[in-house]
């Protein structure tokens, strides 16, 4: 199983690298003239967004164990996958905006240091969604489970999305801060809404395939393992977490 998780977590990093590649090839072609790189680059991150968004650290099992644990319907499965995805994104166009016009002289020099001060921030505010999500999952372990009315609105989404989401992504800042090195701001902007559409359909299918599972007959036939494998997932983020953290 681990050597299975290894592979994949490789072929990731692999694609990600290769669209990396994509990516700067384009904005030297687009510096050369090359007017059609614009849309081009904004297609290029949304399919990096959809597969940025396959790696750790993204909520796709704190959003899939919150669905099997709660259950829900597709539409609030949809809302939180793309609410996360979107505050994700955001927060990272937010951070770089700032760090760039208050820091643009020296930015490209310190780029690396910042991104590695990034990767341990996100690191705490994993550790503190994975300790979120275990007391929320120990909290309603022992209550009835009730399917969500569909009047009503589940505001535990939005708590789950906000806090998963309000980690900046490396991936959206790297892509950001690099078109506006280059002084195309409206590119970037516009980069970092495409991939959190990417980033969104990935997740959005964590999170319908949870709400499936949790309306048919093998959530009832493997609820404990179920709640186990919620357990699990809990476990990986804190432990990925911890991880980068170190």
Same mark, same amino acid.
């Given at each position: ?7 994949? =977590? ?19 072609? $687009? ?8 849309? *081009? ?6 399919? *990096? ?12 099992? +704190?959003?899939?164990? *919150?669905? $099997? ?13 793309? =609410? ?34 990034? *990767?341990? =921030?996100?690191?705490? #505010?994993?550790?503190? +969604?994975?300790?979120?999500? @275990? ?11 009730? #399917? ?18 309000? +980690? ?7 892509? +950001?801060?690099?078109?506006?090195? @280059?002084?195309?701001?409206? $590119? ?8 959190? @559409? ?30 186990? =494998?919620?357990?699990?997932?809990? #476990? ?8 980068? $953290?170190?």
């Amino acid at each position: 199983m681990s050597e299975l998780h290894h592979w994949f =977590l490789s072929l990731i990093i692999s694609w990600q690298q290769e669209i990396n590649l994509v990516i700067s090839n384009a904005f030297d072609e $687009l510096e050369a003239g090359e007017g059609g790189m614009f849309l *081009y680059i904004i297609l290029v991150a949304f399919i *990096y967004g959809l597969v940025h968004a396959l790696g750790p650290g993204h909520g796709k099992m +704190v959003i899939a164990s *919150y669905f $099997l644990a709660r259950g829900s319907h597709i539409k609030d499965a949809l809302n939180a996958a793309f =609410l996360t995805a979107a505050i994700h994104a955001f927060s990272a166009l937010f951070i770089t905006m700032i760090l760039f016009f208050f820091f643009q002289n020296s930015i490209t020099h310190y780029f690396q240091t910042i991104n590695q001060n990034m *990767y341990k =921030l996100s690191a705490i #505010f994993i550790i503190f +969604v994975a300790l979120f999500l @275990l007391f929320e999952t120990l909290k309603h372990k022992n209550e009835t489970e009730t #399917f969500p009315s569909k009047k009503g609105y589940d505001t535990n989404i939005l708590k789950i999305a906000f806090s998963i989401g309000i +980690v900046p992504c490396p991936g959206v800042m790297s892509i +950001v801060l690099f078109a506006m090195i @280059l002084g195309y701001y409206t $590119l970037g902007i516009l980069s970092a809404i495409s991939m959190s @559409l990417g980033m969104g359909i990935t997740m959005s299918l964590a999170a319908i395939i949870a709400t499936k599972v949790k309306k048919t007959s093998l959530h009832s036939r493997y609820r404990k393992s179920l709640h186990v =494998l919620s357990f699990i997932g809990i #476990f990986l983020l804190l432990s990925l977490g911890v991880f980068i $953290l170190l």
